[in-house]
Every structure is written in C-alpha cells, then in structure tokens.
C-alpha cells in the first residue's frame, strides 16, 4: 500500500487482519484511476473514485463502531495514514445520518 507511513509510522500489528480488504479496493482504486476518462464528464470521472473511498472508510467505520472487530490503535492509525475519510465517519456517528453516502 502506498499510505503515508513515514510520516504515520509503521501500521499496528493487528493491520493484518484489514490488509486483504484494503489491497483489493486500492488496486481497484488504481485501476478506476487508470481507465480512460474520454466521453464523460469531469464529475463522471470521479465517481468510482469516491464510491471506493466510501466503500473503503465504510469497511473500517463497520468494523470499530458496529461489530468491534479492530481496535482502536488500528482505528486511530487509518485515520492518521489517511485510509480512511475521517469526515464522513464524524457524519455517520451523528444520529440521522447513519447512511449518509458522501459530504
């Protein structure tokens, strides 16, 4: 993964557990990046940017706050290593806007 770990540090043991999930929606990220934008409108292209941007910070969001699968140094450093949207998960913690798809 590319996330900024010099400046972050090194991920936390328990960054196995997450690290299949998180390197197959950043290959299909760079993939989506990748693919030819012609024909389509510049708010188009970012569309399947932003959806694996959810689906990856819905990923983390589920598995600290509902199931309680991760802990919270893990948690702590996706948000950090910007993994994560931290934003869109304040927005998800507010009463009412539990499906909230983007800010």
Avoid: F
Avoid at 31 to 47: C, D, F, L, P
Avoid at 64 to 77: A, Q
């Amino acid at each position: 993964m590319s996330y900024k770990r010099s400046a972050v540090g090194a991920p936390p043991a328990s960054y196995a557990y997450v690290a299949p999930i998180l390197a197959a929606l950043e290959a299909e990220l760079r993939a989506k990046v990748s693919e030819s934008h012609e024909g389509k409108r510049k708010t188009e292209s970012n569309w399947p940017i932003i959806q694996i941007n959810h689906q990856r910070t819905r990923y983390i969001y589920d598995l600290y706050y509902i199931h309680g699968r991760i802990d919270r140094p893990l948690y702590d450093w996706c948000v950090r290593a910007k993994v994560v949207d931290a934003n869109l998960i304040a927005k998800w913690r507010k009463p009412g806007y539990e499906k909230l798809c983007s800010t």
